[in-house]
């Protein structure tokens, strides 16, 4: 039996929109037309006011600098910040983090994480009696 195979179309990818915005039009908005789109958290952040170090990464950022490391886990990723490569501190080193559009108002990290997974390995010297016990087969 000849099996009949079809040529399938190249599935097309839709382009990102937040709430009907496209990135491009969201890294044209000014701070004041972003904040209703925000969601409530990230709103109370802006309304607060940002520290003194949240303004200098958004600072860094817009000048272009090339590297940009930070142990600003607390950071809401803004529309301008996508397609940018930040270093994020996970308390033990900087992992790189590639900016998507669907990262867009939440925070620095949830991208970086701070917890790895755990392989134990066998019973060491100074271990009792039966956490010794390893099968031969």
Not at 25 to 50: I, T, V
Not at 103 to 131: C, D, N, Q
């Amino acid at each position: 039996m000849a099996k009949k195979t079809q040529k399938r179309m190249p599935r097309r990818r839709e382009e990102f929109t937040y709430r009907g915005y496209s990135v491009a039009d969201l890294q044209q908005m000014a701070l004041s037309e972003l904040l209703p789109l925000m969601p409530a958290r990230a709103r109370r952040k802006f309304d607060r006011g940002l520290s003194r170090e949240h303004e200098k990464l958004l600072a860094d950022l817009r000048s272009g600098d090339e590297q940009i490391r930070t142990h600003l886990r607390d950071m809401i990723i803004m529309p301008e910040m996508v397609g940018r490569t930040i270093e994020i501190h996970n308390g033990k080193e900087f992992q790189k983090v590639e900016i998507q559009p669907e990262a867009v108002f939440h925070y620095l990290g949830e991208f970086a994480l701070t917890r790895r997974k755990v392989s134990h390995g066998s019973a060491g010297i100074g271990a009792t009696r039966s956490s010794k016990y390893v099968p031969l087969k």
